[in-house]
């Protein structure tokens, strides 16, 4: 496993989300990353005089504060974050300290979300000019409070490294000497934002800010939040999709040693202990009859059967431009269909909260990417005020999507209604799997015809269930989920006649949500498995197919040509061995994606090697850009090998990783990140691997056995019987 970054030099995506949740909010956020054995701060309060705007606090010792928009899962928010931040401050980094932001959606907003949330791969897109400028109005500041102190001019001082200096008479003065005096100044209006070319900090390979506490063991998850005199808690849900509980006898459950209560409500019980494990032998010990309900006999045959049906009927229009009968009959006509099946998350941090619950007030410790849909929900669940309902937010274990849901918090307040005193519930993996918030099924549908070697007409359509509709309803206009088509309607190839239809297709009782990339990793998957197929019938490469069509896209014909030389594309391989290609503009990025791969006599796969070329905008930090691909492209191959969630029985097979499987570290090839060197505004980069992955692999299978897989996971069995044959 290796992995080396290196550097080559050389379209706005729409907002995803749009409006914000109803409500007040008034929570207070503790400090996440603390020593287990010290006090829990309490509600954020200003470290010293100068606070010039939401996201920073200089006190007078000269430690700079970032107060942090988002939550940081992993994903190397803390430390990009602060560079935009501390890049316009001209704060001296060694000296930055980081506090996570109250809940305000008027201050932290997600300025592409709408609302104060973490996710679609935004976070340093969305914050590049906000931070930027709140650095730079905070350093004029205090430019200004040491020009009048020296009774200079401004223009005459600069700042460097948490100093403003006056050259002409070589004069300096530390930030934490000006705090006061800049403090007492009011804000400037529009100040100059720096030239990317006396950038400091941004595109340095900086270390982050929260890997010392995670290896020393300080970080405190929300799996960790200790209280005093905590009890602890686990559960069991009705295994059925809608199902509720029928009877328990916790006769036996009661016997085990340290077990305090056992708490029964309408849809799941809960085993209540001294510890995690007297909770967990305690609910092995329970015997629950459940009422199964009306999904008893659901299986994915079931689902799959409705999915199909509806993707044969005529959707809503998402984008349309020439004329689509006339492209379709004009040349070679191909059609072919694609489905992508459930997903599961599978953080490594399984679901917990802990909560104190009061007549008065409800106090919850979790990780969650999404603050006031948990403070509101969780008021629900308590019959509280959402004033009176307090959340302190913890760094988080892995999210993909799954802590932008607040069901575990409303989960856990229920049962701790039940309690007294606080007490921490912990899902087993399997019941996180098994109760999961799943990526849809989906199933597209493509026609399209060639001539002259090129694509002239192309229809396409994606049938499957709407997140949008139910997460955030007002999004969902005129029967269009946007996360559903995104990618799909804004393919980087130029196609004279074009049609994007989307078919909602609700899934009978199974929960669905978003997975790290929903729309566009199944879009992307679609397009370029068929693009892989339509350049072997038209008798081209498949790189010089795409690259005829991508004559509006620079920034992306650059990153194939890129991935093309570092890939070694065009070299000759041995038997089954293949290399498959992937381009996508997703998520404000443009990355190229070879992947190569060998398939045995077996239908096992082998990954051998990946090469992704990347231009997202200006590399804030070159080292988290290839993290985050790398684990994206992990992530992405894991699914395209192994992942799915099936369901019989009206019941999820899978339970934990032994039948959930993970890409284990020696299968995990070599990966080679190759960042673009660009003067563009940053763009994402936390769900592009995950993206390019799967398509990429699917066409290295196709290349090494000329088997055209259409449906994810792999199915070994059709490589195998297509060597027998």
Known sequence: MGVATKFAGGPTRRRLLTGSLAGGFLLAFHLPVRAANEPVPMAYAPEGPFAPNAFIRIDTAGKTTLVMPQVEMGQGIYTAVAMILAEELDADFAQVALQHAPPSDKLYANPLLGLQATGGSTSVRAFWLPLRKAGAGARAMLVQAAAQQWQVEPASCTASNGQVIHAASDRKLAYGALAEAAGKLSPPGDVP?????????????????????KTNG????????????????????????????????????????????????????????????????????????????PHANLSSKDIWEDLRVASAKDGVVAKSTGDIAKGLATGDRVDASYELPFLAHATMEPLNCTVQFKPDGCEIWTGTQIMARVQSEAAKAAGLPVEKVTVNNHLIGGGFGRRLEPDMVV?????????????????????????????????????????????????YRVAGASIIARWLPPAFQKGIDIDAVDAAVDMPYDIPNFLVEYVRAEPRAVPTGWWRGVGPNNNVFAIESFMDELARKAGKDPIAFRRDMLGKTPRLQAALELVVEKSNWGQALPARVGRGVCVQPAFGSFIATVVEAEVD?????????????????????????????????????????????????????????NNYRMLRIDEVPRIDVHIIK?????????????????????NAIYAATGVALRRLPIDRDLLAARKRS
Not at 193 to 213: A, E, H, S, V, Y
Not at 241 to 258: E, L, N, Q, T
Not at 626 to 653: H, N, P, S
């Open 193 to 213: 934002l720096k030239d990317p070319k006396n950038f400091t900090l941004i595109g340095k390979p900086l270390k982050r800010l929260d890997t010392p506490d």
């Open 218 to 293: 300080k970080v405190v998850y929300g799996i960790d939040a200790m209280l005093p005199g905590m009890k602890f808690a686990t559960l069991a849900q009705c295994p059925v999709f809608g199902g509720k509980v029928g009877k328990v006898d916790d006769s036996a459950a009661r016997k085990v040693p340290g077990v305090q209560k056992v708490v029964v409500l309408d849809d799941l019980v809960a085993v209540v202990g001294d510890h995690m494990w007297a909770a967990k032998k305690g609910l092995d010990a329970l015997v629950v009859t459940w009422n199964e309900g």
């Open 411 to 459: 989960a856990a307040v229920r049962i701790a209604k039940e309690v007294d005193g606080p007490v921490k519930i912990v899902w087993t993996r399997e019941e996180d799997i098994q109760h999961d918030i799943y990526r849809p099924v989906y199933r597209d549908t493509i026609s399209a015809s060639l001539s002259g070697g090129k694509i002239v007409g192309w229809k």
């Open 601 to 657: 006599e077996q239908g096992e796969v082998r990954l051998r090697r990946v090469t992704s070329a990347v231009d997202t905008g200006i590399a804030v930090n070159p080292d988290t850009i290839a993290a985050q691909l790398e684990g994206g492209l992990i992530f992405g191959l894991t699914a395209a090998l192994w992942g799915e969630v099936t369901i019989d029985k009206g019941r999820v097979q899978q339970s934990n990783f």
């Open 678 to 698: 660009s003067g563009e505004a940053p763009g994402g980069i936390g769900e592009t691997g995950t993206t390019a992955g799967p398509p990429a692999l699917r």
